[in-house]
Nanobody, 124 residues
């Protein structure tokens, strides 16, 4: 069993930056690929970014590529999402997720564990 706890999101102006973190319980964190997803009001949950267990492979949604960076610190059991040049359309609840022995899947159904979600609001 893995428990995931995201840091608080927040309100930021367009063009600003925000870093989310997600702390995982357990001693096998490096065996899990980690992903970030988001869900805006009235929309389906969508893939944002993912990173494999070692941190050597990453993938991004086209909508966030070159603006967002996913990283992880296996010694701290934590995954991060650095969000730069934020846009109002980035407004959503952001979720981190863990996939055992995963490979950066963009499909939310591939993930085994989910955090509770944290809201991010980008004002124009």
């Amino acid at each position: 069993q893995v428990q995931l706890v995201e840091s608080a999101g927040g309100l930021v102006q367009a063009g600003g930056s925000l870093r989310l973190s997600c702390a995982a319980s357990g001693r096998t964190f490096s065996m899990y690929a980690m992903g970030w997803f988001r869900q805006a009001p009235g929309k389906e949950r969508e893939f944002v970014a993912a990173i494999n267990g070692s941190g050597g492979m990453r993938s991004y949604a086209d909508s966030v590529k070159d603006r967002f960076t996913i990283s992880r610190d296996n010694a701290k059991n934590t995954v991060y999402l650095q969000m730069n040049s934020l846009k109002p359309e980035d407004t959503a609840v952001y979720y981190c997720a863990a996939e055992y022995l995963g490979s950066c899947s963009y499909r939310h159904t591939a993930y085994d564990y989910w955090g509770q979600g944290t809201p991010v609001t980008v004002s124009s």
